[in-house]
């Protein structure tokens, strides 16, 4: 049974830092590419950042490109967000999400791409 767990969510303040993990487990977390998406209140979901398999190449999107870093540790099979220079938009609900179709580029934020979910962490920034 896959099981993805996102922790590290909170309350932050704009300009601060946050850190966000993905622990996952049951498959093979070296084939998949991963991916944060967020959600805010009202909104529609959106991708955040996506590193391939290996680790080798990253995508952001443009409102966190020089704020937020993506990467991963396939020996833990854990992903990691680092959360720069926080703004009060980056409030919203975080999923962390695996893929292993393949991802072209323009499609990598189309959340129907991903075959497994995890249930989000609150990331919560006051001025």
């Known amino acids: 049974q896959v099981q993805v767990v996102e922790s590290g969510g909170g309350l932050g303040q704009a300009g601060g830092s946050l850190r966000l993990s993905c622990t996952v487990s049951?498959?093979?977390?070296?084939?998949?590419?991963m991916g944060w998406f967020r959600q805010a209140p009202g909104k529609e979901r959106e991708g955040v950042a996506v590193?391939?398999?290996?680790?080798?190449?990253?995508l952001y999107t443009d409102s966190v490109k020089g704020r937020f870093t993506i990467s991963r540790d396939n020996a833990k099979n854990t992903l990691y967000l680092q959360m720069n220079s926080l703004k009060p938009e980056d409030t919203a609900m975080h999923y962390c999400?695996?893929?292993?179709?393949?991802?072209?580029?323009?499609?990598?934020?189309?959340?129907?791409?991903?075959?497994?979910w995890g249930q989000g962490t609150q990331v919560t920034v006051s001025l």
């Open positions: 049951g498959l093979t977390f070296n084939e998949y590419a």
């Open positions: 590193i391939t398999a290996g680790g080798f190449s990253t």
């Open positions: 999400a695996a893929s292993r179709q393949p991802l072209p580029l323009g499609y990598w934020a189309d959340g129907s791409r991903y075959n497994y």
